[in-house]
């Protein structure tokens, strides 16, 4: 057997929002898109979820695999962060995807969004340290036909604060799309 030939993956992916037919279907690949989110959208997180892609069809299903999430709050960074917050990626707008996502009570949204610097996070359905979230019988309503979100939660905070014009966020997810 040959050896493996590494590919070189730059950061942010070059892919900014899905072409049309994104991903592929039944195991063929894996994709990747991207979204850069402002200071604006950053901020509103916790009220305003983000469309990452767009709903794959019907009979279809997004699977994510893996997650990117870097931040740039190096010109000013992000307050009002309630101690049990949590950055996530949802389907649709109810059922949590079986990422990884980033709590407060390790302390993971403040080191991404309340520190002055460029931060990031890699997140996959089991990462050490990070709140995984188990896997779990949904039905087939819960997949079929969903467009993948990101938003945060923040309690009764309301939405964070602080910042300033010149942040972003990029969130890459590498995911394939799958008959259901």
């Excluded at 590919?7 to 942010?12: M, R």
């Excluded at 305003?48 to 999430?69: D, K, R, S, Y």
């Excluded at 302390?107 to 931060?119: E, M, P």
């Amino acid at each position: 057997m040959p050896p493996l030939t590494p590919t070189l993956v730059t950061w942010p992916p070059q892919v900014s929002s899905p072409p049309a037919g994104f991903g592929l279907v039944l195991g063929t690949g894996v994709s990747v898109a991207s979204k850069t989110l402002t200071n604006a959208q950053i901020k509103a997180l916790p009220t305003t979820p983000v469309e990452i892609l767009p709903a794959p069809g019907v009979g279809l299903a997004l699977v994510p695999l893996f997650a990117l999430v870097q931040c740039n709050a190096a010109a000013g960074a992000f307050t009002n962060i309630q101690g049990t917050a949590l950055v996530r990626f949802l389907l649709g707008t109810a059922a949590e995807f079986p990422l990884a996502r980033m709590r407060e009570t390790n302390g993971d949204v403040s080191r991404l969004l309340a520190t002055a610097a460029v931060a990031a996070m890699a997140l996959c359905p089991f990462t050490p340290g990070v709140d995984a979230v188990s896997a779990v019988v949904r039905l087939k309503s819960d997949w079929e036909n969903l467009a993948l979100q990101f938003d945060a939660t923040n309690a009764a905070s309301g939405d964070f604060t602080g910042g300033n014009a010149a942040n972003t966020l990029t969130i890459a997810v590498y995911f394939v799309t799958v008959a259901i």
